[in-house]
C-alpha cells in the first residue's frame, strides 16, 4: 500500500503540485537571491551550500542537498537532486531536515527506492554528526571564503542541455 501523506490533499504550492504532475520546463534564469558557495565531495550523495545575504557578509545559512553522487560530463559535473535537504544555522548549533513530506511523495510515485531514501537519511544523520563535531567542511572557515573579485562571472554553455 503507498505511503499516505497527511498533506496530500492540502498541499498548496509550485513545487509540491510539479511533483505530483512530473511536469518539468527548464527556463534561464540567474541566482540573485544570495551569494552561494557550493561544496561538493567525489563520491558523496550531499553537497554543502553556504550561503550569505546578497552582496554582504552575514551568513545566512548552511545547506545540505542530498543528490546523486557528480558525474563528469562534457562540459563540467552533472547530478540529480533526492529531494531531501538538511538547514544548518549559521552558527551551527542547530539544524532540521526540509522536504521529508516530499521524499515520501517520490518513493510513493516509485521515483527513488525506499532503501535509497533510507540510504539519503543515513547520509544526512552523518552530516548531522559532522555538523556538531565541526568536521569538514563545517569547520574548515568556508563561512569566511569569498571569491576572487577580479574572477569573471561564471557563464552556461549553449549546449548545456545537449551534453545529458
Given amino acids: 500500500m503507498p505511503a499516505k501523506l497527511p498533506w496530500s490533499e492540502q498541499a498548496k504550492g509550485f513545487r509540491a503540485m510539479s511533483l505530483r504532475e512530473a511536469d518539468y520546463t527548464f527556463i534561464d534564469a540567474s541566482w540573485h537571491t544570495t551569494d552561494t558557495l557550493w561544496l561538493t565531495r567525489p563520491g558523496d550523495s550531499h553537497s554543502v551550500g553556504v550561503y550569505w545575504e546578497?552582496?554582504?557578509?552575514?551568513?545566512?545559512?548552511?545547506?545540505v542537498n542530498m543528490q546523486e553522487p557528480l558525474r563528469r560530463t562534457a562540459i563540467g559535473f552533472d547530478s540529480s537532486d533526492l529531494i531531501l535537504d538538511l538547514v544548518v544555522a549559521p552558527d551551527l548549533t542547530s539544524w532540521h531536515w526540509k522536504d521529508e513530506d516530499e521524499l515520501v511523495l517520490v518513493v510513493d510515485k516509485g521515483w527513488i527506492s525506499a532503501e535509497r531514501a533510507h540510504e539519503l537519511r543515513t547520509e544526512g544523520e552523518q552530516v548531522i554528526d559532522d555538523v556538531r563535531h565541526r568536521r569538514s567542511p563545517f569547520g574548515d572557515g568556508w563561512d569566511q571564503w569569498r571569491p576572487d573579485p577580479?574572477?569573471?562571472?561564471?557563464?552556461?554553455?549553449d549546449n548545456w542541455d545537449q551534453t545529458w
Avoid at 151 to 157: A, C, D, L, V
Fill in 150 to 157: 577580479t574572477w569573471p562571472k561564471p557563464t552556461i554553455p
Fill in 54 to 63: 546578497a552582496g554582504g557578509d552575514r551568513l545566512l545559512q548552511w545547506y
